[in-house]
């Protein structure tokens, strides 16, 4: 992928955050979008933050997960809301506190998504390669959480 590609990608996102559509609607089109988009990203979705320091799945593309609500510290995804920090495991089999959605995902990025200084959501991304993911990715998935952090 060229910066002008993850551009391109970026302006659509931003285009479907701000078009017509519930909430739910457009961010599991952006689910859908990144996955068909970015050829290492195999699976997409988003994470809310519900309750008492728990994660709850939100729209996803990929396949099902059980991993439907997960409490801060727990896995990658709770680490991250736990330490309001960006995770990026370029091997999962090295990561011992993984919580495994398919035996094919072999790395994971983690973004948080804040909301006027709150953690509001993740931004969860798998893709079957080892070490797919860059700092473009990562400059990349900050804008695409900035454009989307109003919708979760
Ligand atoms: N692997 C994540 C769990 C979520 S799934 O990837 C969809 C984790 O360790 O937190």
């Not at 457009?26 to 309750?51: A, M, N, T």
């Not at 008492?52 to 997960?70: D, N, Q």
């Not at 969860?124 to 952090?149: G, Y």
Request: aromatic share 8%; hydrophobic share 40%.
């Amino acid at each position: 992928m060229t910066d002008a590609d993850l551009s391109r990608i970026a302006a659509q996102v931003r285009a479907l955050a701000r078009g017509s559509g519930a909430p739910e609607e457009k961010l599991q089109k952006i689910c859908e979008l990144l996955r068909d988009s970015v050829p290492h990203y195999d699976w997409v979705g988003f994470y809310l933050v519900r309750g008492s320091e728990e994660l709850v799945l939100g729209p996803f593309a990929g396949a099902p997960t059980e991993h439907v609500r997960i409490k801060f510290g727990q896995g990658i995804c709770g680490q991250a809301a736990e330490r309001l920090e960006v995770f990026v495991v370029q091997d999962v089999s090295k990561e011992d506190n993984y919580l495994s959605c398919s035996p094919e995902v072999r790395s994971e990025i983690v973004m948080p998504v804040f909301r006027d200084g709150v953690l509001v959501g993740e931004l969860d991304i798998d893709s079957h390669s080892i070490a797919p993911f860059t700092q473009e990715d990562r400059e990349f998935l900050e804008e695409v959480c900035r454009e989307i952090a109003f919708l979760l």
